[in-house]
């Protein structure tokens, strides 16, 4: 098991699949993007799949997450889904994923075995689309999502991240948009983050100012049949259901109490937390010949010092050194 001394497992692995991006979020990324990790630092197919294997044979992980930067820009996705979900016992594989080329690739995604995917899309604007994620790309994210769905990627799930200024006016249309086509939707409140650390808290759009406007077009009860155990998002019935939304209230109302996950990096380190300043280097003992006891050993080292919460709220709050898009969102 991957245990802390808080009494939480982590069950839920997210891999990040690299570090590079095709679009710029002005969230996540500056517009010159980033120094990317040099190709030799960044884990093989082989090695991610062996990290998986020991993860899921040996410590308890029933949940990956492919995410990056774009998981779709590396080219041997597919086959690492597939000999993901080959190994015994199989876990959940999902994937999140700003959607451009997933129109090309979602049929064999599905057919390599993943189960579930997450598409970003935070405005219905192509111009604004420009502006926030700073490529002319909208059209391509909304052909991914139909071409996820003809694949049978049911429920088709959507991030979005509104910011102040910008897209902070589509909360309705990006929910009316949802219903529309069966996705289901969920905010996520702007986390320190970013590469540029460009974030302030004042300019922060919360989860209370998403409940607001959401509720002046739909009604919104709490979805009592789905409680939310670990799951980060707050869902809420849509009109009396079945249709839901989600707001995930990582800043204003955090759920670092019931966390069950652990990330893996592109350069295979693992991290406790999205905002753990510590990293463990499962790379190094990879390729120094390490056994499979000894690299889940490391492993739940690293998860047993896992703090209690994030601590964004705290004055002495520092953000990480790695960006969302280096850690795996
Ligand atoms: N490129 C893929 C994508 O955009 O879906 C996967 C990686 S991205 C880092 C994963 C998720 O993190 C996206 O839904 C994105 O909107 C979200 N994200 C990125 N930076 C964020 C930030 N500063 N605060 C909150 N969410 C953020
Ligand atoms: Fe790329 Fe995703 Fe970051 Fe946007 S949020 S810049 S799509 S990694």
Not at 51 to 78: A, C
Not at 117 to 132: A, C, G, H, Q, W
Not at 284 to 311: C, E, F, N, Y
Request: glycine share 8%; aromatic share 4%.
């Amino acid at each position: 098991m991957l245990a802390d001394s808080f009494g939480r497992v982590a069950t839920d692995l997210r891999v990040s699949l690299t570090d590079r991006c095709n679009l710029r979020c002005a969230y996540c990324m500056p517009p010159e993007g980033l120094d990317w990790l040099p190709a030799p630092e960044v884990l093989t197919s082989g090695e991610i799949v062996r990290l998986i294997r020991v993860g899921v044979s040996m410590l308890g992980i029933r949940e990956v997450r492919f995410t990056g930067g774009e998981p779709l820009l590396r080219r041997d996705l597919v086959p690492i889904v597939a000999r993901t979900a080959a190994l015994q016992p199989r876990p959940e594989i999902s994937l999140t994923t700003n959607g451009i080329g997933l129109a090309r690739r979602a049929g064999e995604l599905r057919a390599a075995g993943l189960d579930r995917i997450n598409v970003s899309l935070d405005t219905l604007r192509p111009e604004m689309f420009r502006k926030l994620a700073r490529r002319d790309r909208l059209p391509d994210v909304l052909d991914g999502l139909a071409a996820a769905v003809a694949a049978g990627l049911a429920p088709v799930k959507v991030n979005a991240v509104l910011m102040r200024g910008l897209n902070d006016d589509e909360a309705v249309p990006l929910l009316q948009y949802c219903l529309s086509l069966g996705y289901e939707l969920r905010f996520i409140e702007q986390m320190p983050l970013d590469a540029q650390h460009g974030w302030k808290r004042a300019e922060m759009v919360t989860a209370e100012e998403i409940f607001a406007a959401l509720s002046s077009s739909f009604a919104l009860a709490a979805d009592d049949a789905r409680s939310r155990g670990s799951a980060p998002a707050e869902t809420f019935l849509v009109d009396g259901g079945p249709a839901r939304v989600g707001v995930i209230a990582s800043v204003t109302r955090p759920f670092c109490g019931s966390c069950d996950r652990v990330r893996l990096t592109a350069d295979g380190q693992v991290r406790n937390c999205l905002f753990a300043r510590q990293e463990s280097d499962l790379r190094a003992l990879l390729r120094s010949g390490a056994t499979d006891a000894q690299i889940a050993a490391r492993w739940q080292a690293a998860v047993a010092v896992k703090l209690p919460g994030h601590g964004i709220n705290d004055p002495s709050f520092l953000q990480p050194d790695r960006p969302m898009s280096a850690i795996g969102g």
